[in-house]
């Protein structure tokens, strides 16, 4: 135990002898120590909002979308053009049909394309669906407004449920529930505002081609009466009309395990109508979680062998520092040889010295890393709100890293690992020193 004190005490001695360059010699384990984890953290970080945005959809909903099919090239567009296109009414009774007794069915109707109040326009997608679509689509309405209902539903009532967007533009001051609004020339009472939609403009938002958060509810019923099977959109002096009976269906099972079998069972159902599936998609949120998690994995494994280079080098330069130091403390190790200093000491001398760059540079690399991971927070955004990055991205940039315990254990046990492994050569070469030839040394 003496022996290991001893050991200890000279190496760590010798390096506080010279404490700045100790701590260049560790600077590149910091460093490295320090990627890694923040790397990670990114990552992480984007993994679990790109599942959360994908999870947001329904693990458990198998959605089947009314898509505009392509235009050929060097189509002639007119002023004004009518296109019918996607799922029919018969469609959905097919479907509803199917899975009377296995699964929840919802539809949806794209109702509307401009929005008006107090001489505001926004444009904007109104949705008619029915109660069942909140728990279908994981909504939350706030807790002084209320959702479509049943008795809506039977009474083609003229009420709506706005998106968080919706009521943040047009009532900036006000409290939209009571107030009004028109979409198009119908006028609707908001009876509630859904609370933000944390996946807008993210991956969720990606499949279903629009942010959510823009979105408004009204009833099925008064969504086929008012505005019947057209979605009339004005833009610079012509119009598009696109006639669709149902714009989505969602299929909500029972579990995860039903998700597959339900998807391929709704595909045959919709390809009888549409073949070619050149007007209607599948959209599976299961399947899309699963590729995601398979591709943020491999994601995660090039990131830490990207970031771990830094650490090979860095224990490079743990290495060459030493190498040096022993040409330089020749006369040392022969002064020590000389006193009954054996080989195995010297090694042990040395290897205390870079496993104590390596230990030290790996703390101070995990408290750095740690550090920037939960700057990066605030940092990015702020950065990107200054004028000269604001033009280049639009709307609002957040940055969530999640910093793992794993990332810190496995770089500070590879940061002390290379240290050892890279002092290993210097140590044996130290130790080979023939004490007469390290004494006369100057």
């Given at each position: 135990m003496t022996f290991v004190l001893e050991i200890l005490r000279v190496g760590l001695g010798n390096l506080a002898l010279h404490k700045l360059r100790s701590f260049l010699t560790s600077l590149g384990i910091i460093l490295g120590v320090a990627a890694v984890i923040v790397v990670v953290a990114m990552g992480e970080g984007n993994k679990r909002t790109a599942l959360r945005d994908i999870q947001a959809l329904g693990a458990t909903n198998v959605i089947v979308r009314s898509t505009k099919p392509p235009t050929s090239p060097g189509t002639n567009q007119a002023r004004t053009t009518v296109v019918s296109y996607g799922l029919s009414r018969r469609d959905l009774r097919r479907i509803e049909n199917a899975f009377a007794d296995e699964a929840l069915v919802v539809p949806l109707k794209a109702s509307g394309g401009e929005i008006q109040r107090n001489g505001e326009r926004f444009t904007s997608q109104a949705f008619g669906t029915t109660p069942e679509f909140r728990d279908v689509a994981n909504l939350r309405v706030s807790s002084h407004g209320r959702y479509l209902s049943e008795e809506d539903l039977l009474k083609s009532s003229p009420v709506a449920v706005i998106g968080h967007e919706i009521a943040q533009k047009l009532f900036r001051l006000e409290d939209?529930?009571?107030?009004?609004?028109?979409?198009?020339?119908?006028?609707?009472?908001?009876?509630?505002?859904?609370?933000?939609?944390?996946?807008?403009?993210?991956?969720?938002?990606?499949?279903?081609?629009?942010?959510?958060?823009?979105?408004?509810?009204?009833?099925?019923?008064?969504?086929?009466?008012?505005?019947?099977?057209?979605?009339?959109?004005r833009e610079n002096g012509s119009y598009s009309g696109e006639q669709v009976e149902v714009s989505e269906i969602y299929i909500s099972t029972r579990s995860t395990d039903d998700v597959v079998l339900v998807s391929d069972r709704a595909r045959r159902i919709v390809e009888v109508d549409h073949a070619d599936f050149i007007d209607v998609e599948l959209i599976v949120p299961w399947e899309l979680l699963e590729n995601a998690r398979r591709s943020m994995m491999v994601w995660n494994i090039m990131l830490v062998a990207i970031a771990a280079i830094s650490l090979l080098v860095g224990g490079i330069g743990i290495m060459n520092i030493m190498l040096a130091s022993v040409t330089e403390r020749t006369r040392e190790i022969g002064i020590r040889r000389a006193m009954g200093a054996t080989r195995k000491q010297i090694v042990l001398q040395f290897l205390v010295e870079t496993g104590s760059l390596s230990a030290v540079g790996g703390i101070i690399g995990i408290l750095l890393g740690v550090g920037c991971s939960l700057g990066l927070r605030s940092f990015v955004p702020w950065v990107l709100s200054l004028s000269f990055f604001a033009d280049a991205f639009e709307g609002k940039v957040s940055v969530e890293p999640a910093i793992t315990m794993w990332s810190i254990l496995v770089s500070f046990v590879v940061a002390a690992g290379v240290g050892l492994i890279f002092g290993i050569y210097p140590a044996v070469v130290a130790s080979r020193k023939d004490p007469i030839v390290a004494l006369r040394h100057d």
């Open positions: 939209p529930i009571g107030g009004s609004l028109q979409i198009d020339r119908e006028v609707f009472t908001v009876i509630g505002v859904l609370e933000p939609i944390g996946f807008a403009g993210g991956s969720g938002a990606a499949q279903l081609d629009r942010d959510l958060n823009k979105d408004i509810h009204i009833p099925l019923t008064t969504a086929e009466e008012r505005f019947g099977d057209y979605v009339i959109r």
